[in-house]
T-cell receptor
Framework: KQEVTQIPAALSVPEGENLVLNCSFT??????LQWFRQDPGKGLTSLLL?????REQTSGRLNASLDKSSGRSTLYIAASQPGDSATYLC???????????FGKGTTLSVSS | DAGVTQSPTHLIKTRGQHVTLRCSPI?????VSWYQQVLGQGPQFIFQ???????GRGNFPDRFSARQFPNYSSELNVNALLLGDSALYLC??????????????FGDGTRLSIL
């Protein structure tokens, strides 16, 4: 049974700092891995999707990497800003591809 | 283009009542999935529908049911509400079903509070 874990559960950093969020999964046979952002009380915004054949994806100040063999993904945020404060979730599809399995998320707070 | 839309935004019910939540997928998307997110947890999969047929079901009791309409919109129904059903209910859409390589697009959710 696939399980997704995110460490740390919460992170506080000063503005301008570079940071890394971690995601691990137990079954390496995944189609892809998706990173989402969630603002308080809101829905999920897709940030990056890495296909199983890829090693990383970049969007602006965000860079996500995927190491299937070790069951790990990282989300790197460069030059963090207060507007980056949110909960970040990673998710992988089930084998049937009909559902996503999520971690519990990392809540990021960036202070000015 | 409009994204995934959900209604209502917020809902307050009492124990024992039933509730219907609605979702309209992105234009051209034929698959809709429902998730439940309780405070402090990641979303948990409830159902996926594609072309009006159930394609996946999560570990939820029979009090939860759903359906999809010919225009691909969907309803999630929950009967005999319990306090533990208080959560954010999220809807996601994809063009097709069972293709794990495609990204899922989420709506803003319906916040359900049970008193």
């Amino acid at each position: 049974k696939q399980e997704v874990t995110q460490i740390p559960a919460a992170l506080s950093v000063p503005e301008g700092e570079n940071l890394v969020l971690n995601c691990s999964f137990t079954d390496s046979a995944i189609y892809n891995l998706q990173w989402f952002r969630q603002d308080p009380g809101k829905g999920l915004t897709s940030l990056l999707l890495i296909q199983s054949s890829q090693r990383e994806q970049t969007s602006g100040r965000l860079n996500a990497s995927l190491d299937k063999s070790s069951g790990r993904s990282t989300l790197y945020i460069a030059a963090s800003q207060p507007g980056d404060s949110a909960t970040y979730l990673c998710a992988v599809p089930t084998q049937a591809g009909t559902a996503l399995i999520f971690g519990k998320g990392t809540t990021l707070s960036v202070s000015s | 283009d409009a994204g995934v839309t959900q209604s209502p935004t917020h809902l307050i019910k009492t124990r024992g009542q039933h509730v219907t939540l609605r979702c309209s997928p992105i234009s051209g998307h034929k698959s809709v999935s429902w998730y439940q997110q309780v405070l402090g947890q990641g979303p948990q999969f409830i159902f996926q529908y594609y072309e009006k047929e159930e394609r996946g079901r999560g570990n939820f009791p029979d009090r939860f049911s759903a359906r999809q309409f010919p225009n691909y919109s969907s309803e999630l129904n929950v009967n005999a509400l319990l306090l533990g059903d208080s959560a954010l209910y999220l809807c996601a859409s994809t063009p097709f079903s069972g293709q794990g390589g495609q990204p899922q697009h989420f709506g803003d959710g319906t916040r359900l509070s049970i008193l």
